[in-house]
Structures are given as structure tokens and as C-alpha cells.
């Protein structure tokens, strides 16, 4: 009898930092899993294409790269196309059984490598369904790609793992997936609220994008249209009337909007008030949420979103749009706003400049994280309880996947 499981993490070889939040997600959540130590019962490896030379992992590293020559682009189309491929997908499946791996864990949502191999999917958000029909989501064959995954493919994972209570209803509610094969493994922020940087290296950035501390609003959010900048910088217009010299600072990568918002803003005449720096490091990630009069945030898709986690623990005040799963990660602790309304934005940008209002929410917002569930540690607590349960139903049968 097998009291055991063993769960093989996917590791990504071509997922980059400029992915976002989703990257900084994966990444904090892969050394989190690394330097658990789960229950005798739970084994975790990690499994992917890259050569185990490419890590050092703590735990075991497998890669299922199956040819026995390793030129580089070879490596590649593997990596790219495998789960095209059933003869690929029936050899990768091979190293993973000789490994006694009983299934993979896919950490970013949206996709599986191995065929006809248990797994289980991680799920962020279905934007696709949730939100409007914006270029990202309805343009370039993008809206059939994400509806074959939630229509067809996330039916065969064994279990789905939501962020959040919100992320679990959105799941039921528009696909019909069965609520008992729902897990929720709550989202966290990233790594970058465990860095230390000093004084005046946060100085150094203020003064390299000429902002002063406590004089500007931030928003870390790639130029994607549903991340709504537009009604942002009409609210912002409004604000700048009130108080002229105050900043709006726009971090990210462009992903196609990026000009669009670029020359609305130039035709507002708000270029001296609004600062583009493109995508940024950490460090300077980090100083901008400590020396930031409010993080603003009116992305339209949700239902949550990491920046919001991370401005609350390195205390900087939060307004946002009033997405369910917003109210349910920062209840009291952030102030909320239609998305859509321009002059709903801009009575929360006028109540936050009040140094008396941004003090009140500060501490509601250290009051709300002493009971959060968005948290490391009860992510990983969330993992034990959702791997034991995959231990039971992946137990019912043994290596041949041809009983049938």
C-alpha cells in the first residue's frame, strides 16, 4: 500500500522576469516550495526540460529531456512543442514514472507539457470571461487559446488551484468546474517585501526619475489595456488641478499600449506630472512603494493582484478598483473605486492626499494583515492540505495509464 505521494513541481525554462506579477508569483512560490519541509508523506522534486546543471535546487531536480544529444536548438523546439507530440509526451512520461513521480504540479496557469500525465493546475484568473473583451483577451486567436484551456483542458487536471475565495466562485461560476476539485492556495506577495535597501540607495532612485518622497502615486502595472491607465490619468488630470506638483509614476513593460497612454497623456499636458520608467529592479520597486503617497491601482481584471499585498506590508497606503477579489484581500485595509469612473478614482486620490486620512488607512491596513489568509505561511499550510487530499485520489490507481 502507498501512504505516499510524490509531486513533481514544473519548473519553466522560458519564463523571464519582464512576465510581471505572474513571474514574481512563480518565483517567490518555487523557493518557498524548495526550502519547505513537507509532511514524510508529501516528496517534492522538481521536473522540467532545462538540464539539472541549470538549478540548485535543494530538492531534486529531473529533467525529462528524452534525446540523447543536446544541441541547444534541439532543446528548444522540444521545450516549445512537446505537449503537441504525443510520441514526446509518452517518453517524457516514462522518465517520470522511472522516477516514481505520481504527478506534476504546474505552477503558471494556462498549460501542461506532459501528455497523459496527472496534473494539477494553478489558475489566477479567467480574464478571458471575467473582464471585458479587450485586445489582450478577445485579438489574435488569444480568446480561443485561453477558451480550449477552460472548456477542455483544465477538466482533466485532478484538482485546480484558486488565489482566493473569489478566484474558486469565478472558476464555478464560468466554467461548471466542480467545486470538490477546487483547491485554494492563497495568493501571496513577491520577494521583493523580504529585501532590505538603504536610505539613500531609495534616495538614488527618487532623484535618477526626479520624484520626491511622499509626492507621487505608483502604479507597477505592464501597458495592457485592462489594466485601465486611461481612467487613471483622466482622474489624475483632475487632481493636478488641486494639487499641481504631485506625480503619477508608471513602472512596467509595454505590451502594446504603451503609446496610446504615452500621447493621451501628452495631449492632457500632463508630461512634467506623469513619469514612464519602463521596467525597473526590485530595489527600485521597493523604494517607490516606501516613499509613494498611495499605490493606485485600477486594473479592471482581478479577482486579485500582488502589488496590493505588497505596498500593505511595506506600508504605503492603497486605493484600488473595487474588485471582488480586492475586497477580500485588503478588506478595510485599502480604499475602493469604480474602475470605470474617472471621478470615482479621483475622490480616492483627493481623500488620500490628506495626510490624516492616509494614516487611518495605514493602520487599518496593519490591523487587517494580523488576520490575513494571503500570507506565506498559510500558502504552504494551503499546499499540505491540498496535496494530501491529491495523495488519496491519486492513490485509486497505479503506473498504467492504459487501464481503461
Keep these: 500500500m502507498n501512504n505516499k505521494i510524490k509531486i513533481g513541481v514544473w519548473i519553466l525554462s522560458e519564463y523571464k522576469p519582464q512576465a510581471g506579477g505572474g513571474f514574481s508569483l512563480y518565483?517567490?512560490?518555487?523557493?518557498?516550495?524548495?526550502?519547505?519541509?513537507?509532511?514524510?508523506?508529501?516528496?517534492?522534486?522538481?521536473?522540467?526540460?532545462?538540464?539539472?546543471?541549470?538549478?540548485?535546487?535543494?530538492?531534486?531536480?529531473?529533467?525529462?529531456?528524452?534525446?540523447?544529444?543536446?544541441?541547444?536548438?534541439?532543446?528548444?523546439?522540444?521545450?516549445?512543442?512537446s505537449h503537441k507530440f504525443k510520441f514526446i509526451g509518452r517518453a517524457e512520461g516514462n522518465i517520470l514514472k522511472r522516477n516514481k513521480i505520481?504527478?506534476?504540479?504546474?505552477?503558471?496557469?494556462?498549460?501542461?507539457?506532459v501528455n497523459c500525465f496527472p496534473f494539477v493546475s494553478a489558475n489566477w484568473d479567467i480574464g478571458h470571461l471575467s473582464t471585458y473583451a479587450f485586445p489582450e483577451f478577445a485579438s489574435n486567436n488569444r480568446f480561443e487559446f485561453r477558451e480550449k484551456w477552460y472548456s477542455k483542458e483544465i477538466f482533466k487536471a485532478l484538482m485546480v488551484f484558486a488565489e482566493s475565495e473569489a478566484g474558486k466562485d469565478e472558476l464555478i461560476k464560468?466554467?461548471?468546474?466542480?467545486?470538490?476539485?477546487?483547491?485554494?492556495?492563497?495568493?501571496?506577495?513577491?520577494?521583493?517585501?523580504?529585501?532590505?535597501?538603504?536610505?539613500?540607495s531609495m534616495n538614488d532612485f527618487l532623484i535618477l526619475y526626479n520624484i520626491n518622497a511622499g509626492n507621487f502615486f505608483f502604479y507597477p502595472a505592464q501597458f495592457w489595456a485592462h489594466k485601465n491607465h486611461y481612467n487613471l490619468i483622466e482622474a489624475f488630470r483632475k487632481f493636478v488641478k488641486e494639487y499641481p506638483d504631485t506625480k503619477l509614476v508608471l513602472t512596467g513593460s509595454d505590451k502594446g499600449n504603451k503609446k496610446y497612454i504615452v500621447d493621451f497623456v501628452q495631449k492632457a499636458?500632463?508630461?512634467?506630472?506623469?513619469?514612464?520608467?519602463?521596467?525597473?529592479?526590485?530595489?527600485?520597486?521597493?523604494?517607490?512603494?516606501?516613499?509613494?503617497?498611495?499605490?493606485?491601482?485600477?486594473?479592471?481584471?482581478?479577482?486579485?493582484?500582488?502589488?496590493?499585498?505588497?505596498?500593505?506590508?511595506?506600508?504605503?497606503?492603497?486605493?484600488?478598483s473595487d474588485l471582488k477579489g480586492h475586497k477580500e484581500m485588503m478588506k478595510d485595509g485599502a480604499r475602493y473605486f469604480?474602475?470605470?469612473?474617472?471621478?470615482?478614482i479621483y475622490e480616492q486620490l483627493k481623500y488620500i492626499a490628506l495626510e490624516a486620512n492616509r494614516n487611518d488607512l495605514l493602520l487599518q491596513a496593519k490591523n487587517v494583515l494580523k488576520s490575513s489568509a494571503f500570507t506565506a505561511e498559510n500558502a504552504m499550510k494551503s499546499f499540505v492540505e491540498n496535496f494530501s487530499k491529491l495523495k488519496n485520489i491519486r492513490n485509486s490507481w497505479g503506473e498504467n495509464d492504459k487501464i481503461f
Design 338 to 344: 469604480n474602475g470605470l469612473d474617472a471621478n470615482s
Design 102 to 113: 505520481d504527478l506534476i504540479y504546474y505552477p503558471v496557469q494556462g498549460f501542461r507539457k
Design 269 to 320: 499636458g500632463l508630461d512634467s506630472n506623469v513619469i514612464f520608467t519602463g521596467f525597473i529592479s526590485d530595489e527600485c520597486l521597493f523604494a517607490f512603494y516606501k516613499k509613494a503617497l498611495a499605490l493606485v491601482f485600477p486594473s479592471l481584471l482581478g479577482p486579485t493582484n500582488m502589488p496590493l499585498l505588497e505596498a500593505s506590508l511595506l506600508n504605503c497606503p492603497v486605493i484600488c
Design 174 to 200: 464560468l466554467t461548471g468546474l466542480n467545486p470538490e476539485r477546487i483547491g485554494i492556495v492563497p495568493l501571496i506577495a513577491g520577494g521583493i517585501t523580504d529585501l532590505s535597501v538603504s536610505e539613500n
Design 27 to 81: 518565483d517567490r512560490l518555487i523557493g518557498m516550495i524548495d526550502d519547505y519541509n513537507f509532511p514524510d508523506d508529501i516528496e517534492i522534486c522538481f521536473v522540467g526540460h532545462k538540464p539539472s546543471s541549470d538549478f540548485k535546487f535543494k530538492k531534486k531536480y529531473v529533467s525529462v529531456y528524452f534525446l540523447p544529444f543536446n544541441m541547444g536548438f534541439i532543446r528548444e523546439l522540444v521545450t516549445k512543442f
